[in-house]
């Protein structure tokens, strides 16, 4: 790519996210106001994550919705590509989501006054007092309707390779015992490159494969399901890599 579809890509990423910011940002706020849930602030911060997309040349396609349940609290464990694996759930996965996000981008201008308005989890890491507020605070949002996204991965991918799942990091599902639905992004690392400024046009997938209802699980099963989850996302991925050459 040329520096100046380079330099192009990246100031209309950030020009974009700016004023969408401003904008939505402040209507999240405002219609906190008026509905102390959460949730139709979260519906405007999914719009914004929507626009985002749209804005920078970016399709999102979805498959498996039937495997989604707008109307219940479920885990959405998925792989970890790019940054911009959060726009794109954000804006297009139909379901209350409660984000758990690094407590500093709670204090930014709009898009922190944005989360805080949506009732989004603050996760303060280095401290284990604070590491289990966060988690708690995630358990209540779930126990009490919304769904929430884990990557088991801990960090982005560099070149797209799925990395073991972090032990532990299913432990909100067996908690709440919220159905798992394992996840597999597509896309999202050509779109967005782990270290990069701006976002290329292109086309990203998300498959949602079919629920893993913790609470049916033994002892012995519940202790395997994360292995099991991230072979079924590898299996998913490489299957839908092959098949698009």
Known sequence: MSFFNSF????????????????????????RLIDHSGKTSHKVNSLWACWICKACGVHVELVGLENVDSQRAQLFVANHQSFFDIFALAGFLPVQ??????????????????????????????????????????LDRIKNGASAVIFPEGTR?????????????????????????????????????????????????IIFLKPIEIKSLDKKER??????????????????????G
């Open 8 to 31: 192009f890509n990246a100031t209309r990423f950030w020009v974009t996210i700016t004023v969408l910011s401003i904008i939505l940002g402040t209507l999240s706020v405002i219609t």
């Open 97 to 138: 989501l409660r984000w758990m996000a690094k407590a500093g981008l709670f204090y930014l201008p709009f898009v922190g006054w944005a989360m805080s308005a949506a009732n989004y989890v603050k996760v303060r890491r280095g401290n284990r007092k604070e590491s289990l507020k966060a988690f708690n605070d995630a």
């Open 157 to 205: 991918s560099i070149d797209g390779t799925i990395a073991e799942f972090k032990k532990g990091s299913h432990l909100l599902a067996i908690r709440s015992e919220a159905p798992m639905i394992p996840t597999v992004i597509m896309g999202t690392g050509k779109v967005m490159r782990k270290g990069s400024y701006g976002v290329k046009p292109g086309n990203i997938k």
């Open 223 to 244: 202790d395997a399901v994360l292995d099991n989850v991230r072979q079924m996302i590898c299996a998913t991925f490489a299957e839908n890599s092959n098949s698009n």
